[in-house]
């Protein structure tokens, strides 16, 4: 219950278009949704992140579609460009007072100049 | 501006030999993690502390310690390293209260055992 589940595992779009990365998860009380992007040797970063009371989010080319119904939630890279090319993780915390964040499995990203 | 700083970035050490990984942050957050991420896989949590109070995985093994001196510094001890704890080990940081916001990650530090 637990686990988050990240789909696909790599992903490679054409400069421009649409990358959309999807994830599930089980446990309701998890209350908080972060994106992370992490560069090959570094260490992940906040790309977006969206709580259960909001379907969606958006910040400049990002987006968190969230299905609280379907326990689902989803990033979308809109005019996706070479320097998004990533490894991109979602995560899900909570309840409040836990502090736990679990993380997807990651999905490869690439984007074709 | 740093926030979340992680020393040394490399890090090779011998089988079976001590190790000591150091983490320090400049936000003042409660909770402090760490995470052992191997390649091409998801981080995965060893334990955290909230302030002071310690909170180990169940599955991280025997091998692994921390210490938290401060509300600045959070350090990692590998007691006795095997090839299998090859990995990059992330530090983060949360401000924990009154409900869980972003987790501020180091550059890492990248650990080989040889």
């Known amino acids: 219950q637990q686990q988050v589940k990240q789909s696909p595992q790599s992903l490679i779009v054409q400069k421009g278009g649409i990358s959309i990365i999807n994830c599930a998860y089980e446990?309701?009380?998890?209350?908080?949704f972060p994106w992370y992007q992490q560069f090959p040797g570094k260490g992940p970063a906040l790309l977006i992140a969206?709580?259960?009371?909001?379907s969606e989010k958006k910040e400049g080319r990002f987006t968190i579609s969230f299905n609280k119904s379907a326990k689902q939630f989803s990033l979308h890279i809109m005019d996706s460009q070479p320097g998004d090319s990533a490894t991109y993780f979602c995560?899900?915390?909570?309840?409040?007072?836990?502090?736990?964040?679990?993380f997807g499995t990651g999905t490869r990203l690439k984007v074709l100049a | 501006d740093a926030m979340v700083i992680q020393n040394p970035r490399y890090q090779v050490t011998q089988f079976g030999k001590p190790v000591t990984l150091s983490c320090s942050q400049t936000?003042?957050?409660?909770?402090m993690y760490w995470y052992q991420q191997k390649s091409s896989q998801a981080p995965k949590l060893l334990f955290h502390?909230?302030?002071?109070?310690?909170?180990n995985e169940a599955d991280t093994p025997d091998n692994f310690q921390s210490r938290r001196p401060n509300t600045s510094f959070c350090f990692l001890d590998i007691r006795s390293p095997g090839l299998g704890d090859a990995a990059m080990y992330l530090c983060?940081?949360?401000?924990?209260?009154?409900?869980?916001?972003?987790?501020?990650f180091g550059q890492g530090t990248r650990l080989t055992v040889v």
């Open positions: 969206i709580r259960p009371d909001v």
């Open positions: 936000l003042n957050h409660n909770v």
């Open positions: 446990n309701t009380a998890f209350d908080y």
């Open positions: 983060a940081t949360s401000r924990g209260y009154p409900t869980n916001t972003e987790a501020f």
């Open positions: 502390y909230y302030d002071k109070d310690f909170n």
């Open positions: 995560a899900a915390s909570g309840p409040s007072g836990t502090y736990k964040y679990i």
